[in-house]
């Protein structure tokens, strides 16, 4: 079976994490420091919408291969990717600021964590049966 649809999400996902870790060398740059925020709070914000990128986007990945490599139709596969990208890229806009924006960080959160729990449930459903 040929992965056709999972390389575009996770190309897309890393661009994206490029892009957020650009930003927090940017920031580190900015404030002179290698390691840790140096106290501040535009650092710090940085350094959480890499990392929680790093943390959420791996597993959404691994969820998608694995329905695309069971076979999932490819419109199901496609909408769970554009959950995990939306939820992503939502999460990283809301961190673009001091403080992170409720308004998107919540949705994003939501997105992720839905396609998670669709992946998973169609994955155990698809192993039982």
Same mark, same amino acid.
């Given at each position: 079976?040929?992965?056709? @649809?999972?390389? /575009?999400?996770?190309? &897309?996902?890393? *661009?994206?994490?490029?892009?957020?870790? =650009?930003?927090?060398?940017? %920031?580190?740059?900015?404030?002179?420091?290698?390691?840790?925020?140096?106290?501040?709070?535009?650092?710090?914000?940085?350094?959480?919408?890499?990392?929680?990128?790093?943390?959420?986007?791996? @597993?959404?990945? /691994?969820?998608?291969? &694995?329905?695309? *490599?069971?076979?999932?139709?490819?419109? =199901?596969?496609?909408?769970? %990717?554009?959950?995990?990208?939306?939820?992503?890229?939502?999460?990283?806009?809301?961190?673009?600021?001091?403080?992170?924006?409720?308004?998107?960080?919540?949705?994003?959160?939501?997105?992720?964590?839905?396609? /998670?729990?669709?992946?998973?449930?169609? *994955?155990?459903?698809?192993?039982?049966?």
């Amino acid at each position: 079976m040929t992965v056709a @649809i999972t390389p /575009i999400y996770a190309a &897309l996902l890393a *661009l994206l994490y490029v892009w957020l870790s =650009a930003r927090v060398i940017g %920031g580190r740059f900015k404030y002179k420091t290698s390691l840790g925020d140096a106290g501040q709070p535009e650092l710090l914000t940085r350094i959480r919408g890499q990392a929680n990128c790093a943390e959420y986007a791996p @597993i959404g990945l /691994i969820l998608l291969l &694995l329905a695309e *490599l069971q076979g999932a139709p490819a419109m =199901a596969v496609h909408v769970l %990717g554009l959950m995990l990208l939306a939820g992503r890229v939502l999460h990283a806009v809301a961190f673009m600021s001091d403080v992170p924006r409720q308004s998107l960080r919540g949705p994003g959160m939501i997105l992720t964590f839905a396609m /998670i729990v669709f992946a998973a449930l169609g *994955l155990l459903g698809h192993a039982v049966v």
